[in-house]
C-alpha cells in the first residue's frame, strides 16, 4: 500500500466514525443543553436531573439510529476486506 492509500483508508475512516456517532453526540448535546437551561430557570440543582434524561435520550436515539449505524459499518467493513484482499 502506498502512502495515499493509507491516506485514504484513515480519512474513510474517521469519516465513517463521525457518521456514526453524530447524531447521537448531537441528541447528547441538545438534551445536556436543554437540561442546563431547564436548571438555570429554574433554579433547581440536582445531580440526577443532568444524567437521567440523557441517557433515556440516548438509548432512544440509539434505537431509532442503530439500523443505519450498522449498515454504515457493514459497507465500510466490506470495503476493508475488499481492500485487504486485493493487496498482493
Known amino acids: ?3 495515499a492509500e493509507v491516506l485514504d483508508v ?3 475512516a474517521i469519516f465513517v466514525l463521525l457518521r456514526v456517532s453524530g447524531p447521537l453526540m448531537l441528541v447528547a448535546l441538545v438534551t445536556g443543553v436543554t437540561i442546563a437551561l ?3 430557570i429554574t ?5 440526577t436531573l443532568t444524567f437521567v434524561p ?6 432512544a436515539s440509539l434505537l ?3 439500523p ?6 457493514r459497507d465500510f467493513m466490506v470495503r476493508m476486506a ?3 484482499s486485493s493487496i498482493p
Open 1 to 3: 500500500m502506498s502512502g
Open 10 to 12: 484513515a480519512r474513510d
Open 38 to 40: 431547564f436548571q438555570a
Open 43 to 47: 433554579q433547581i440543582q440536582e445531580m
Open 54 to 59: 440523557k441517557i433515556l435520550a440516548l438509548f
Open 64 to 66: 431509532v439510529f442503530l
Open 68 to 73: 443505519g449505524m450498522s449498515v454504515m459499518l
Open 82 to 84: 475488499d481492500l485487504i
